[in-house]
């Protein structure tokens, strides 16, 4: 992993889906010093930044650190975790038992 072409990716994403580095920042609750020196490369994101960094620039975790674009099923799944993060504590559990019975559902338990 390149420190460098993490910090360029995200840079870039940056770039795309803010008007600066200090909105950036804002939305993912950490200071624009710590954003600048990771678009710089002169460190990586801590894991719950990491994590906050992909779903809110719409990316994979791999995408940031790596490079590797997301198939299909991995949108999928992120989709749905940001669903799942907006939802009320009774929608949560809503949407829990509708998933659990579209497993019972596929794999055939009765």
Do not use: W
């Not at 460098?4 to 889906?17: S, V």
């Not at 906050?52 to 992120?78: N, Q, R």
């Amino acid at each position: 992993m390149n420190f460098k072409d993490t910090g360029n990716r995200i840079q870039e994403l940056r770039k795309t889906r803010f008007h600066n580095r200090v909105s950036f920042a804002q939305a993912l609750q950490t200071s624009d010093e710590n954003i600048k020196r990771i678009e710089s490369g002169k460190g990586l994101p801590s894991i719950d930044l990491l994590i906050k960094m992909a779903l809110t620039l719409e990316v994979s975790t791999d995408y940031i650190l790596f490079g590797h674009l997301m198939t299909p099923e991995d949108e999928a799944s992120t989709s749905l975790i940001r669903l799942h993060q907006q939802l009320s504590h009774a929608g949560k559990k809503a949407l829990h038992k509708i998933a659990t019975e579209i497993y019972i559902l596929e794999k055939g338990i009765k």
